[in-house]
């Protein structure tokens, strides 16, 4: 397994860490054994990073991993945790949440705590208001906490603002060849990088769709370069190449995933993809935008826009569910285009003033292609759920 320093700590982490959002199950609940015994074989074979929130699997992640943390694993790895800033509206909740996350995990100390999907500037601000961020100080002094930092779904300039507004000890942002340009993209990676802000990696296979749901011909086009590479080998190597990633989170369902994963991280280093092999990406990239609805390249030159519709946000979560048949996607747009956000970026925002369209290098209709997109994401039942979730976290 290779590992990868962080220059900041010193920490020396394994390169594939393991995201606890998609341990096996059984039925509705988590086959146990098999998930504690795969998380046992990970560590036993040098993964050290073990990453979960308070509610992934319904709230039992947490306690599975720190049942299978027991018994002496503990203390070989890095836990990572998220406190979910949209169930916390005073410090107490937060604290509330802390207490319970450490018992869940067996332990009295979280080596990498995150404040959980920002979509936003003003989320963070309203932690910083609240307490919060003094609070993480304080138990980082207490050694309760080892390091602070954030994950993000956002849209690009809210990043750039994030990870530049605090001294994080890191940060997790969505990677993979497709969303090279969207949510925090390249340009947010290398921002962090040059901060000095380690970047652990997250949905690498988008959730298995870069796997499961590709074009025939994206299959054929990697099959050609070389035929024993699968599309999951292809993907983690596109992002390990690039050296500010120090680890890419996998949320493994099975023995076979696990081996596989673990082989290719004894392989991948950084800038080891050849010219030929980057040239694979152009191509596959190539048909992919061939294939998308919506011709967004997510080069970002049409914003800001005045009234904050996040085009290019829009316009990926849109294309996705034809390209990659993302079932999810109407809840992925609710989530990354700010159900609880301050600032929501909505394609219905848009007040047609027709200020972006000039600055389309794609010459994109954006007014007319938002429209389509309000009339397939926002179904009749969006707006009624969006009062009630805002008005379930308190959200204004
Ligand atoms: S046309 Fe719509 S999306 Fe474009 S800048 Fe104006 S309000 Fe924003
Ligand atoms: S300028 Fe055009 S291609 Fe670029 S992000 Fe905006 S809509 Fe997409």
Redesign the pocket.
Known sequence: MLTRTLENNKDELAILGFGCMRFPTKGNSIDEPRAIAMIRSAIDRGMNYFDTAYFYHGGKSESLLGEALSGGYREKVKVATKLPPFMVSKLDGAKKIFNTQCTKLKTDYIDYYLLHMLTDVSTFERMKTIGVMDWMEQLKKEGKIKNIGFSYHGGKSDFEQIVAAYPWDFCQIQYNYLDENNQAGKSGLLLAGSLGIPVIVMEPLRGGKLVNNLPKEVIQEFKSHDSKRTPAEWALRWIWNHPQVKVILSGMSDEAQLNENIRIASEAEANSLSEEELKVFDRVKAVMLEKTKIPCTACGY?MP???G?D?PGCFSAYNDKYLLGDKQNKMKYMQTQGILSKKPAYAS?????????KHCPQNIA??KE?KTVKKEMEAFWFKPVVFIVRKMFRVK
């Open positions: 049409c826009c005045p009234v519709v085009i925002l848009c007040v047609e003033c027709g200020k972006c369209e954006v007014r938002l």
